[in-house]
Nanobody, 124 residues
Framework: QVHLVESGGGLVQAGGSLSLSCAAS????????MAWFRRAPGKEREFVAA????????YYADSVKDRFAISRDNTKDTVYLQMNSLKPEDTAVYYC?????????????????WGQGTQVTVSS
């Protein structure tokens, strides 16, 4: 059974930094693309960042480009999200997602597995 467990959320002041981790397990041959999505109160889930398994190509939403950095450790099936220069509008529940095959990185329905989410709150 596949499990994705996020950690690292919390409360931070605007301009601060947080680092999220997502440990995946349950696929003997590892995971394909992995990504972070978020859902703010009253809003739809939105794409944040994604990274492919081989080659490490990354994708970012325009709203987080140059502030957030996604990375992964394939030996640990873990994906990370380093968030810098945080803004109040970054406040959301952040979800880790993993795929088992080919994906369009920004499309949530292309991902098979999801974590439970971790709250990130940025105060002004």
């Amino acid at each position: 059974q596949v499990h994705l467990v996020e950690s690292g959320g919390g409360l931070v002041q605007a301009g601060g930094s947080l680092s999220l981790s997502c440990a995946a397990s349950g696929r003997p041959f590892g995971f394909g693309a992995m990504a972070w999505f978020r859902r703010a109160p009253g809003k739809e889930r939105e794409f944040v960042a994604a990274i492919r398994r081989f080659g490490g190509k990354t994708y970012y939403a325009d709203s987080v480009k140059d502030r957030f950095a996604i990375s992964r450790d394939n030996t640990k099936d873990t994906v990370y999200l380093q968030m810098n220069s945080l803004k109040p509008e970054d406040t959301a529940v952040y979800y880790c997602a993993a795929s088992s095959g080919q994906v369009v990185p920004t499309v949530p329905t292309d991902y098979n597995d999801w974590g439970q989410g971790t709250q990130v709150t940025v105060s002004s």
